[in-house]
């Protein structure tokens, strides 16, 4: 299947960058050198390509309830202009879709939400939506538009809030899952581009694919089909924060009070710290002290940052080796075998 293309895609490929197919999405993957795209993004205005997430519109009196229903989170505490982190699950806990949902503001005080998520996964959530749908007064829409993420605004204060507000162009989101301080700005296909250009006026620099993962990697924030998956359970990924086990019956719901109140799930993604090596170790099988296999490295950079010093990423392990400050050896194999020793670190559990 042909790769999708995005609105910004020749705006991109007028200023030389190189692309590469992610998640059946055509995007920049780098503009300038990493050095570059790095300053831009922490000293700068880095201006990059949000077509790897999809965007849904929905509308209607019952359009609340309904998502309350359906989802992992209490749409319930959400008001007109906050967002929140958010699931699709099916009821045996395993992922159909990452979510952020926000509480769109309305003119006419009719519920109105919109609905981001990996475009890869935009077409099985419709699907979800149109099954679980029984007549209830609402309406969703498919807006074609350009996504337009800039980091750097915010580089001197604490991670902006979860919000979005209306633009006379479209919407203005922030967001959580891009590894540094993010606004967006959703814009019609048509006007992408010269939303774009008039960025680049004022001074913003075009970055790639490149520089948003080093980022979120280093923020240890997972992302579908590399860290988890509908092959994989929300308490396995770790991602407690887009659940509520206070509100009423949700798919899934079941699996994540059962965990959370008896133990652990069998195997969980984990943050990792490598010891100093520069060799890219994504898919690198995590061994214990006697060789026995505990995981895999699921994602993998090398961080310049002096907060973090040197290399991190995520990993699967299994129960009994996913301890907080176990360590564990990625190994590479082939002639010369390579074992690095691995630092293993919990993430915080916390409910939404």
């Known amino acids: 299947m042909e790769a999708i293309a995005t609105p910004l895609e020749e705006l991109f490929k007028k200023r030389g960058a190189s692309f590469r197919e992610m998640d059946g999405v055509l995007l920049p993957y780098q503009v300038k050198t990493d050095v570059e795209e790095m300053n831009a993004a922490t000293e700068g205005l880095l201006l990059t390509d949000g077509g790897d997430r999809a965007w849904v519109e929905m509308k209607g009196t019952d359009a609340a309830d309904f998502l309350q229903r359906i989802l992992t989170s209490d749409v319930k505490k959400l008001q007109p202009g906050q967002g929140q982190w958010s699931a699709m699950l099916d009821g045996k806990g395993h992922w159909i879709s990452d979510l952020l949902l926000y509480a ?36 969703w829409t498919t807006p074609h538009v350009g996504r337009l993420l800039l980091l750097g605004l915010n580089k001197n204060t604490e991670r902006t809030p979860m919000t979005v507000e209306a633009a006379t162009d479209g919407w203005i989101l922030q967001r959580p899952d891009r590894g540094a301080d993010c606004m967006e700005r959703i814009v019609s296909a048509e006007g992408a581009e010269d939303v774009a250009r008039a960025l680049l006026k004022g001074g913003a620099k075009l970055g790639g694919w490149s520089t948003l993962e080093q980022l979120r990697i280093e923020d240890f924030c997972p992302r579908w089909g590399v860290d988890f998956d509908e092959t994989t359970t929300l308490p396995n990924s770790n991602e407690w924060q887009r659940s509520s086990i206070t509100k009423g019956c949700y798919a899934g719901q079941e699996v994540i009070a059962k965990i959370n109140t008896y133990g652990t799930a069998p195997r969980q993604l984990c943050h990792l710290h490598f010891a100093d090596d520069e060799t890219n170790l994504s898919g690198a099988e995590l061994q214990n002290q006697e060789g026995r296999k505990m995981g895999t490295v699921t994602s993998w950079a090398w961080s310049w940052d002096d907060a973090v010093k040197g290399a991190v990423g ?27 020793s691995v630092k293993v670190h919990l993430p915080e559990k916390r409910f939404g």
């Open 104 to 139: 769109l503001p309305s003119e006419d005080s009719i519920p109105r939400f919109g609905l981001d998520m990996p475009t890869c996964r935009r077409d099985v959530v419709l699907q979800k939506l149109e099954m679980m749908h029984f007549g209830e007064d609402l309406k």
């Open 314 to 340: 995520l990993g699967i392990l299994r129960r009994r080796a996913a301890v907080e400050d176990g360590e564990v050896f990625a190994v590479v194999e082939g002639p010369g075998e390579k074992r690095v």
